[in-house]
């Protein structure tokens, strides 16, 4: 049975913007959620044994080996047992937390997830990009062309993997709390709720008939 994988990473919990508007994605998605939460239940970063395994035949892998083959067999299984993906990602830093850049590293494998040749195991399906960052960073803004974030996920979702990205990008989340930003607090307010609006239109426009 094909389901919507939810993939969160905010470290802020329940406080998260991006985690607010994947909830509002999710309670108008009509089909099976299955939700992984890289900020509450992290992976371990991809390491040598990780790498090797992928190449060295399963029966001289090490314990090491052994583990780290495991672990990504089932996330990729996770992966690509999926129809569609909601994926809350905020902005750290200019770019992605670490807990979910090493989910990708992990599902990121020739072969399995991306066709080195021909078309990729998960092409054409949708997948929802949900990134709240606490300034803006559009043109005319002090920011404009420090986004690190959604140019790279959208490029590794779309090119390498071959999803049809559609990026929910709140913006000013700073603005309730730092006093510098708090004139910029009605644009907030119109973000973010064009966010929430956009996030139940694509769910309904993107669920599984009924």
């Not at 390491?47 to 001289?60: E, L």
């Amino acid at each position: 049975m094909s389901y919507l994988l939810r993939i969160d990473s905010s470290a802020s919990g329940d406080a998260s913007f991006s985690r607010r508007v994947a909830d509002t994605f999710a309670s108008n998605w009509s089909g099976r959620i299955v939700t992984r939460d890289l900020a509450r239940n992290p992976l371990g970063h991809l390491d040598a044994a990780g790498i090797t395994a992928r190449t060295i035949p399963a029966d001289r892998h090490t314990p090491q080996q052994r583990a780290a083959a495991e672990l990504q067999d089932e996330l990729v299984a996770e992966f690509l047992g999926a129809s569609a993906y909601l994926l809350a990602v905020p902005m750290y830093n200019y770019s992605m937390p670490s807990v979910f850049k090493a989910w990708l590293d992990h599902i990121m494998i020739p072969g399995k997830t991306f066709a080195t040749g021909g078309s990729d195991p998960a092409s054409g399906r949708p997948a929802i990009l949900v990134s709240a960052r606490g300034g803006g960073y559009g043109p005319g803004t002090p920011q404009h062309g420090k986004d690190f974030l959604i140019p790279a996920v959208e490029t590794i979702l779309g090119d390498a993997l071959g999803l049809d990205v559609h990026t929910i990008a709140p913006e000013l989340t700073y603005a309730p709390i730092m006093e510098p930003l708090k004139h910029l607090l009605p644009l907030h307010e119109t973000s973010l709720a064009e966010a929430h609006d956009l996030a139940r239109r694509s769910a309904a426009d993107l669920s599984p008939a009924t």
